[in-house]
Each structure stands twice: as structure tokens, then as C-alpha cells.
């Protein structure tokens, strides 16, 4: 008998056979053990085999019947290196590698130092695979036009260790193709190297739907323009990860659009290359590239420009990966020769280096376009499994990779490795980054961070996507819980608050109800933030997922990307009757919003244009496209595109022709303003500053007429270095311990530290230093910014005194309650008493601030000693009075509506008079105090 057959893949669970009447799962858990799972209890007296792909029966040892469970163990003699299947009853299934986490693929097949791939070497080509599940490889190859060659005889890969094969053929095949057949599990697929370097053209609408990989030696000519080396490295031209002004672009959208540049550059490595000055001009510090590596469905041979009618776009962002390693050739000149795209994007690296900017990949590794693409390698070792052993496609963009499993976590730090080594790559981006686990980024943030380098591995620069948005049961790296190792995380709190979310309005609209949560951004998010004045609704600002950063550093602040509509059309989406210049009005005070609040920034490329985004004609994903009763038509439509990841050209394309034609005014404005606010930015560096204390010592709130200066709002404040807990009227010489949200997961842990031992008049206190107030979990019972607990008598149980609490009751403290002794009185005479003070706040159109020279400062301001911010969201010019303004006995104005950068404003409409000032509706105001 042979191993089963498998269906196709894409329907199939390769764990489970609907057939099988008896046989839920086989499961190789050890070289001594098989588990076998039973959808029906095992029958009286079953018949039990085991046999290896060559139909060898195998030896069992032992069977134990686990019936309550359904389980049957067996004990015997298992090979890794090899297949098996079991019969029940003469019943089979296959015996498949357990996929557990820190199960056999971890132990027993597991290379931490093994380089996979191809290698060349004097007169040789080397081949190394993983693939644990394989009983047999081989090797095929094919000419430079991809037609098949036939050696005298098989090249069959050797087996040496579990899960590797290798091989070895003579150099004179360099630059030709090849693939792998891998059977396994009683199904033989052809598969691509992973590892590849480049590929052959490629063509989702062919035959091969696998794709071929390049014998390319990457140490030739070929592939490496003329003195190729590092001559850049980040803090060479940034002092610190928070000076970053990133720029995202689409390699395609960049230089696409008609007559532009010439034709034959239009869209590839070599028309960005061509349009480096103007981004140099613009005075950004990076480029941050949507993905570059090879992607599924587009035909790289067909570069044609498609238009507002065209029918088939033959367009994708790049999230379809098909191969990590391989560079898309569609970006080419010539995707048909393997080394051209290898040598362009280098050539385009040294370029923006050359210009003193950054690059910075986008990086897919949350799925792949098809389960085949590793499937077909090594079947039940890449992809995220859910508890029915079928692949988990929560992402919603294809089938889900395990990061956990270390031999995918070390794929993943080898593409990285790759990229930083071979082409000079500075920092990394990752697409749904939530949905890989924090052992996975510690690692790369360590082993990546120091192939950049050895001295300093925080110097590459990593930041994505953490949204509370995964499969991971535990261990995700998502904003509200993630490892501080300097990875930003895109703050999508400054996105929603400054424009609104959907059809919603933000700030710039005139929501005086977003001022909280854009407070909250603007300071970088830092969760120990604090102020003498904080005109803002505490239960927002302090909100986890608004302030989640412990360093300003964590925080990447936008205000829109590639995801959603371009600014330009959410401004004509959300507002009604609203002139160009109006529109334009809000761009500029979005932009220096942006520009002026901590942490990192990052553009959206093309926006400084007035970038939009028109629906064409037969846009593939016409739903996605947005309008409302408010929008004015633009380029003949009313709709604009919110996630054009498979539209036409039409729509995705920067659109350069804004700077010369009707809309030139306003672009060239914009473009002007955006300009000068970097310029500001780079040089004052006390709008980023590098630490969470620089922020809490040198920046505070401004309100007219403050009250309640010296309150703590929030048990994570800077301010809160010492917390002493009194309590009254308690049973007098009884010992209680603290439960609940003083610990860590709001627990009562049985080495409970937290005693109280009440003296002869019911009284007893217990005091907390930083650290520990640093593990309050305050707020998790009742979502409040509140300290909630409840006294017990044994630590570990929950056997609290009705004296004290009704059933479901606690004490709370709010952290405006704590004296300026930093103590709270707690009376235990009162049921579930509660002592909150919440100071009642309306919000207002309008954020203010001032940035001192304080502590952590020195330098930070330049030649200024303050520097007042003032962003006016308001339909009405602001009349305000601020005694700091009192201070300023040479003020400059840096920002005003129609000005920005570093020379001071001539002729500004803003007026200023001992501590009053005037501000234009809708503008930011900037001024600075010599």
C-alpha cells in the first residue's frame, strides 16, 4: 500500500481526510511517539499499524488508549526523515509532523546556523533545502529561455540531517533556472526555493504558477554597479530614531504618470532614481517603499500605463508575496534578465543615498497570496494553524505564517539580514505587524538590528502595523501590549483625531471633540505624560490605546498613508460647498499639526501635491471607492478610492501635473508650506524630542484661566514617584492584603507582597515607590483612569469582608484625589468607598502648548528660550490670553496659515500684545521667544 494521496491543497486539511470514519488527526510527536486522535471511540480489539512510505511495517512498542480523551498513543522506532502512515481496522491515515509550538519542528528540526539557498563557489553551485516532511527531492533546471534541460541523470538532493537537502552542480549552469520537486505525504508538488535571489519572468497567468529561481551569483558585475558600498548609515545623517521625517511611496505611482519622465523609466527602479530631487528638495529623511520583493499577480513583462478606461489594471500595492528574497521585476527595465532588477535597485539605494536619504522596505510577513507557496515545500511547517489544524486566513489577505515556529522566525531574520547586507537597506516596516509574535521582533530588533550595526542594533530603524487586530491567543505585538525594544508603532490615534475617521469630521473639520485624542498624539503618545494644565477629557487623553507609548520613540505619528483616502479627498468627502483654497486652508494645518508633535512622522507621498485618488471605470474593486452629498466632482467623478491596491494607474498615480495646471496655485502652496515645516522641524529638534522625560519636564498645556495646577491625573505620570495608601475605621488588629489593580492582571497572587496590618485603632497604611505604581493596572475593572482594589484576608483567594464591599464592589481612588504628599485617606467604615475627583471638562477647538528648556533640553530649542504652539481647529479666529506669553519679550513667528520654516514671518495676521494673541481661524500658530 502507498501513502495516501492528498487533494488539492487549497481545500484540503492536510491534519484530516473527510473520508475517515475513525481517524481524526496522526500526529509524529517524537522519534518514540505517535498520537492519533479519534473522531469515534476506539472499537473493542482494534488492529493498529504502522507503516513508513517504502510500505515497511513498523515495529510498535506499546499502544496506550487514552478513551476518555479519544487519544491512542503509540510507542516505537519513528524516523523524522521519514513518512508514515497508520491503519486502524485496516482504516489509513497519514502520519503528519506535530505542528505544536516547541514540538518537534522546533526540537528536531531546527537550524539556527545553516545559510539556505543557493551558493557559488569556484566551480561549483550549492544547493541547501528545509523541508522536514520530504522523502525525496530533486532538482530541475532550465535554460535561459526556460525550457526544460535534461541532465544524463536525476539530480537528486541528498539528504544529510533531518529536514536538509542538499546538492551540488557544476558552475557552467550560472544564470540559468531552477525548481524543486518535493514529495511528501504521498503528494509530489513542484515548489520554489524561498531563498531565491531572483527569479525568471514571471506570469500569474501562465502555465507555472510557481515561478522559477535564478542561479544568480550576486558577487558578479552583473548585479553590482560600479563601487556599491555602504557610504551611508542613519545616525550619520539623523542623530536619533526620532528626527525621522519618513516618506512612503509606490515605486510604480512615484513616475508613472504620462510624460513625466521618459516611457522608458516610466514606473521602475530607474524613474525614481531619476526624481531623487525632488525629495531631496522636499527635505525628508527617508523613503519608505511599499513592497519591493516579488508579489504573485502582477505580469511583470506588461508595464503599460492603464488609464481611466482600461479594462485590466495588471496592478498591485505588492501585499501578494510570492517569494521574500526576489526583487519585483515588474520595477525592472528588463525582468526577463534576473540580474537587471538586482542591479537597478541598488543603483536607486545608492542614488538616495548619495542624496543623504534613508530607504526603508516594506516587509510582508504576516501571509502569503497562496498556502502553495510554502505548502509546496515543506507541508504543515510554515503557515499559523487554528485548533481544527486548517490554516488560519484571519488576516483576510491569505493564508497566515507561523512566526512562533523558530525555522519561519529565522526565514524572516534572513530575508532582513539579506536586504541590510546586499542592498544597504536602513530600516523595515511590517505589514500587520500584530500578527507577529514579540519573541520574533525582539529577535529581529537584536540579530538584524546588528547586521546594520554591531555596536548600536537600535540604529536600523523597524516600526509597523500593531494594531489590536490578530490570531494570536497570547504574545502578539499589538500597541496595547507589546516589548520596548524601539519598534514604532503607527499611531492610528493622530489619523483618526486630525481628519476623522470615515465619513466622520476630525480637528482640521472643526471637532472640538477630537482635541483629546489628538492631544494625546501630539505629545507622542507617552503614557507618562502629565501637566500643570490639561484642558482635555481625561478618560480619552489617558486612554491606554491613545497613550501607549513609553517612549516617544514607540510612537509613529500620520495623518493618512496608502491605507484610506488621500487627504485631498477626505477634506472634499467630509465638507460641504468648500472652495480649493479652503480645502487647501486644512491641508496646511493638518501638515503642521503633524510636523510639530512628538514622536516619529511619516508621509504619505503625494499628499503635498494635493494627491487624490479618482475611481476608473472598471476598477476591480469599485466598492472600496467613497462619496457623499458633500463632495465636489474631480477628474469626472464623483468617487474617490480608499484601498486601491488592484486599481489602474489612472487612480494610483502621483499626479505631477498639479504643480502646472488649474490646481498649480495651490499645489505650489502646499508644496511651499510643507517645505518649510520640515525645514523647522529638522532644526528644531525640541518638536522630537528622543525620551519620554524630555517631553514630561519640558512641555505642558496651555489654558486660559487653569485651574487644579498641581493635580496628578494619571498613576503612570512622571510626577508620581511615591503613592502612600492610608486606611481608617478598619478591624483593628487584623491583617488584610491588597487585591486587584495594583498587581499586574489585577490579580490576588499567593505571594501577595502587599500586606496591611491594621494596629489597635483600625488604622494601617502601605506605601508604593515608582516601580511598583509603574504595575498598577488601573482602570481594567471599569475602564476608568481609577485605582481599583479590595482587601482579602488569604493572598490567592478573593475572601474579602462584607464589613467592607458588597459582593461585587471595591474601593477606587482616582489619581486627582492624592494629595500634594502624594497620599490618599481610604474609610473603611463607608461600603465600597470610593474617593474620585474628576475635574469636568468641555473641549475646546483649540490645542496649546509650550516647549521649555528644561530638563533633558539643553540645545533642544536652539537659540530660543520657549516656543509656543497654538492649532486653531476653529471656524472663528482665537482671541486667547496665556500669562507664559508675558515672557516673550522678542517674539518670532515661524508658522502662521500662510507661512512656515525658519526665517521669522513678515506681515503675519497673527497678533500678539503683552500675554494676548490673535489667531486666524483654522491655522496653526507658532512662536518662538529669543
Known sequence: MQLLTLKNLKNYNLFSDASNNLIYTALLISKSELKISLKNPLPQNPLIQVYNHKNEQIFVSEIISLAEENIVLLKGNFKPGENYYVKINNEPANVILNPEIDGILDTDFYYEDTDFGVHFSDDKIHFKLWSPPAVKVELFLFDEKQKPIKPKKPIILKNTKPGIWVAEIEKHYENYYYQYKISAYGKTSVALDPYAKSMAVFNPSGEDKTGKAALINLKSNKTNPPDFKRNYSNFKFIENENDLIVYELNVRDFTIQPGFVNENIAGTFNGLTERINYLKELGITHVQLMPVNKAFTQIETDRTYTGKSAKDSNYNWGYD??????????????????????????????????????????????????????????????????????????????????????????????????????????????????????????????????????????????????????????????????????????????????????????????????????????????????????????????????????????????????????????????????????????????????????????????????????????????????????IDEEERTIFFHENSYCSNDYTNMFRWDRLTNDYSEFANELLSYVKGLIKLRRKISAFRFSTSEGINYNIRFLEENCKNKNKIRSFKSYKLQKLTLKFINGTPEETFYLAG??????????????????????????????????????????????????????????????????????????????????????????????????????????????????????????????????????????????????????????????????????????????????????????????
Open 321 to 630: 508575496p510570492l517569494n521574500f528574497f526576489t526583487l519585483e521585476g515588474r520595477y525592472s527595465t528588463n525582468p526577463n534578465n534576473p540580474a537587471v532588477r538586482i542591479r537597478e535597485f541598488k543603483e536607486m539605494v545608492q542614488a538616495l543615498h548619495n542624496a543623504g536619504i534613508g530607504v526603508i522596505l516594506d516587509v510582508v510577513f504576516n501571509h502569503t497570496y497562496t498556502a502553495d507557496t510554502f505548502e509546496n515545500i515543506a507541508p504543515g511547517c510554515y503557515y499559523r494553524l487554528k485548533n481544527d489544524f486548517t490554516i488560519s486566513e484571519h488576516t483576510g489577505a491569505g493564508p497566515t505564517l507561523e512566526s512562533r515556529r523558530k525555522q519561519v522566525r529565522k526565514f524572516f531574520i534572513d530575508v532582513l539580514k539579506f536586504f541590510v547586507t546586499e542592498y544597504h537597506i536602513d530600516g523595515f516596516r511590517f505589514d500587520l505587524m500584530s500578527f507577529l509574535d514579540k519573541e520574533t521582533m525582539k529577535k529581529i530588533r537584536n540579530e538584524v538590528g546588528k547586521t546594520y550595526n554591531s555596536d548600536n542594533p537600535n540604529e536600523l530603524i523597524l516600526h509597523g502595523e500593531a494594531w489590536n487586530f490578530t490570531d494570536l491567543e497570547k504574545d502578539a505585538f499589538v500597541k496595547t501590549d507589546f516589548i520596548n525594544r524601539n519598534i514604532g508603532i503607527f499611531n492610528d490615534t493622530f489619523r483618526d483625531a486630525i481628519a476623522g475617521n470615515g465619513h466622520n469630521h476630525g480637528f482640521i473639520q472643526g471637532n472640538a471633540g477630537t482635541s483629546s485624542t489628538l492631544a494625546s498624539a501630539i505629545i507622542g503618545a507617552v503614557n507618562s505624560y502629565d501637566s500643570n494644565c490639561l484642558p482635555f477629557k481625561k478618560d480619552i487623553f489617558f486612554n491606554p490605546y491613545n497613550l501607549f507609548a513609553e517612549q516617544p520613540t514607540d510612537c509613529l505619528n500620520f495623518m493618512s498613508v496608502h491605507d484610506g483616502l488621500t487627504l485631498w479627498d477626505k477634506i472634499n468627502l467630509t465638507l460641504k460647498d468648500t472652495s480649493k483654497k479652503e480645502r487647501l486652508r486644512l491641508m496646511k494645518l493638518a501638515y503642521a499639526v503633524l510636523l510639530t508633535s512628538q514622536g516619529k512622522v511619516i508621509l504619505h507621498g503625494g499628499d503635498e501635491i494635493l494627491r487624490t485618488k479618482p475611481l476608473a471605470d472598471f476598477d476591480k474593486e469599485k466598492h472600496r471607492a467613497l462619496s457623499s452629498e458633500n
Open 741 to 930: 489593580e495594583v498587581h499586574k492582571n489585577e490579580t490576588n497572587p499567593v505571594n501577595n507582597p502587599y500586606v496591611l496590618h491594621f494596629n489597635e485603632t483600625g488604622y494601617a497604611e502601605i506605601n508604593f515607590n515608582k516601580t511598583q505604581i509603574n504595575n498598577f493596572e488601573s482602570g481594567k475593572w471599569d475602564e476608568s483612569q481609577s485605582l481599583n482594589f479590595k482587601l482579602v484576608k488569604t493572598p490567592g483567594m478573593w475572601d474579602f469582608s462584607d464589613k467592607y464591599y458588597t459582593n461585587f464592589g471595591n474601593n477606587a481612588i482616582s489619581p486627582e484625589s492624592i494629595n500634594e504628599n502624594f497620599e490618599v485617606t481610604i474609610d473603611l467604615s463607608v461600603k465600597d468607598f470610593k474617593k474620585i475627583q474628576n475635574t469636568p471638562v468641555q473641549e475646546k477647538n483649540y490645542i496649546a502648548y509650550i516647549i521649555e528648556q528644561k530638563k533633558s533640553a539643553s540645545k533642544q530649542l536652539n537659540d530660543y528660550k520657549q516656543i509656543i504652539v497654538i492649532h486653531n481647529g476653529g471656524n472663528e479666529n482665537l482671541n486667547l490670553k496665556f500669562e507664559e506669553l508675558s515672557g516673550f519679550k522678542n517674539p518670532e513667528i515661524l508658522i502662521d496659515k500662510d507661512f512656515a520654516g525658519t526665517l521669522p514671518v513678515k506681515n503675519s495676521l497673527v497678533k500678539i500684545f503683552n500675554d494676548k494673541i490673535s489667531i486666524p481661524r483654522k491655522s496653526t500658530t507658532v512662536i518662538a521667544n529669543k
